[in-house]
């Protein structure tokens, strides 16, 4: 597994877990898992994040939203970012999710956080080709997602593997 990333789901109580299989043509794919105490257990059978077209996940970053009580995974793919929303459904231990949504036209290393203040997910990332910065917030309802005017933050420069935090308050 060359890309991956976890997240928390709250309200279910479970661990999502979304990561590139390279062995299958690099689909996104993701598992979700039971925890008791420190030993991950019930693990999924691999769900598709992707859900339609040959499509190659480049690099992976992912969120919980807990006002929708819902999984974000934030992707790179062939240089555009997208993002898609999971539903996990404990009764089965499976995620579904939602049709991928375009955030960015030009993005290679990404993150994505939860903004509890405004209750908005945000998206950031830099293309490694023009060194710029590029950011976005999206909108969570249901199982999509709708982003806003993807945003240039800085314009040039040399920035590898950027993160994203929020600090609630500040």
Sequence with gaps: ISVCAGVWDESNQRAVFMYRRPNNGGVGSARIATLTGTTFGNISSAVTIIQSGNETITNIAACYDPNNNKVICAYANSGVGYASVGTVDVAN??????????????????????????????????????????????????????????????????????????????
Excluded: H, M
């Excluded at 290393?109 to 998206?123: F, G, K, N, S």
């Design 93 to 170: 231990n499976t995620i579904t999710w939602g049709s991928k949504v375009q955030w960015a036209s030009s993005i290679e290393e990404l993150d994505v956080c939860y903004d509890p203040d405004a209750q908005r997910i945000i998206c950031f990332g830099e293309t490694t080709t023009n060194g710029k910065v590029y950011s976005n917030v999206g909108t969570v309802s249901g199982t999509s997602i709708t982003f806003g005017t993807q945003a240039e933050v800085e314009s040039s420069g040399t920035f590898y593997n950027p993160k994203l935090a929020y600090s609630t308050g500040d």
